[in-house]
Structures are given as structure tokens and as C-alpha cells.
């Protein structure tokens, strides 16, 4: 389970209303839930701000960097 799939669960919130509130698609927020996407650094922060901080930006830019920086090795 992501952090934004726990977030949206413990407050009760709809994804389609989370989706509204940080500008995507419900589709969007489910990928992003279910750990089947990651988002761009601008909705990253969206989400950041939507939740007041419970999921960090850095919790998907770090992971892309650190892939990022895989990549490079390889």
C-alpha cells in the first residue's frame, strides 16, 4: 500500500475528490495509489500540499532519481 493510498484511506477521502482537488484524473490518483505510476515533480508537489505534508514529494522523486541513477550505471 503507498503512502497516498493510506492517506486517502485513513481520512476518507475519494479518489475522484482527491483527483479534483490536486487537478487529475480519478484515473491518475488510482495509478499513483496502487503504485502502478509514479507522478511528475509539479503533482508531486500538488499531492504534497493537498495533504498537508502526510505524503511527501520526496517520496517519489527520490525514487526516481535513485532510479535514475541505476539506470546510469548499468
Known amino acids: 500500500m503507498t503512502k497516498l493510498s493510506s492517506y ?3 481520512k476518507r477521502i475519494r479518489q475522484a475528490d482527491f483527483a479534483e482537488q490536486v ?3 480519478q484515473g491518475v490518483i ?3 495509489a496502487n503504485g502502478a505510476s509514479k507522478p511528475g515533480l509539479d503533482l508531486a ?5 493537498a495533504t ?3 505524503v511527501l514529494a ?10 535514475r541513477s541505476m539506470e546510469e550505471v548499468t
Open 8 to 10: 486517502l484511506k485513513e
Open 23 to 25: 487537478g487529475v484524473s
Open 30 to 32: 488510482s495509478r499513483l
Open 45 to 49: 508537489v500538488r499531492i504534497e500540499r
Open 52 to 54: 498537508a505534508g502526510s
Open 58 to 67: 520526496s517520496t517519489w522523486v527520490s525514487h526516481q532519481e535513485e532510479t
